[in-house]
């Protein structure tokens, strides 16, 4: 059982490898045919024209505005929603917003897509907005469902000591519960941020995909939307362009997950010392 515990183990670091050479084996040359700063710096994406263009920058700054849009929408909302479940809510009223909050967990991209069509572009436009709006939403269950777990996980030793040093149950909560708890809150973001990443149905549907320098009311294409869209069509340098994306969304999210891990070992250091 040693043996397949530890096969086991190895299962996720050997796809994770493999992705890892199947992307660089696919996506290598085809910068290397259209030049590495032509192609990240480059500020139009045409492959269909002659000659083609294959500039993803426009599309790189969608994918990081949005994410961010959604991370300052979804974030805030999510925490509060799990303070408020895991230390002020009614059992009774706790029955019936917990079973809604993995609900949206369950509902299927499209059909955000369709929500976001219907409500959210009506108001602000295919644009990034409606995007960071939607999938701040999306991201929710995740951010609410482990931030709540987290919190409950926390002695209630703290919580009684702090009041009894006469802190509000209020203080309590946000300077005691909360900084106890961050680790925990720091993955539900990371996971949420992974799921804010790598959306591409819902996304495709509210943001215009329009290949040009984002605005916050502008139409955008991020990263995934523009690999979901043109690899059904797409041969030759124009293929080889898309796996080229697929590297350059792989590496974002790598970039993404260790900067909020070296900040998760800071701040464990800091409480340390």
Not at 52 to 69: E, N, R
Request: hydrophobic residues 55%; contains cysteine; glycine residues 10%.
């Amino acid at each position: 059982m040693s043996a397949v515990f530890f096969a086991s183990a190895l299962t996720s670091i050997l796809a994770v490898a493999l992705i890892c050479v199947f992307l660089l084996a696919n996506g290598i040359p085809a910068m290397g045919k259209i030049g590495v700063f032509d192609f990240l710096l480059g500020k139009e994406w045409s492959p269909v024209d002659i000659p083609p263009a294959f500039g993803i920058f426009p599309m790189i700054l969608g994918s990081i505005y949005v994410t961010a849009g959604a991370i300052l929408i979804g974030v805030p909302i999510g925490v509060l929603t799990a303070v408020f479940l895991a230390r002020s809510c009614p059992q009774k009223l706790y029955k019936a917003i917990r079973p809604g909050v993995e609900l949206l967990s369950g509902i299927p991209s499209v059909v955000y897509g369709f929500f976001g069509m219907a409500t959210v572009v009506s108001l602000f436009g295919n644009s990034i907005l409606s995007a960071c709006v939607l999938l701040g939403i999306m991201i929710l269950p995740t951010i609410v469902s482990v931030t709540e777990t987290s919190l409950r996980a926390v002695p209630q030793a703290y919580r009684e000591a702090s009041l009894a040093l006469g802190a509000t149950p209020t203080a309590t909560i946000f300077k005691v519960t909360i900084p106890a708890a961050k680790s925990g809150i720091l993955a539900g973001v990371i996971l949420g941020v992974g799921r804010a990443i790598g959306e591409t149905m819902a996304v495709v549907m509210v943001a215009g995909n329009v290949a040009n320098m984002p605005s916050l009311l502008g139409t955008v294409r991020l990263l995934t939307t523009g690999i979901a869209m043109e690899m059904s069509y797409a041969s030759g340098l124009h293929r080889e362009a898309l796996f080229a994306i697929g590297l350059i969304l792989f590496i974002f999210i790598m970039i993404v997950n260790i900067s909020f891990t070296i900040i998760s070992k800071q701040g464990v250091q800091m409480d340390e010392k």
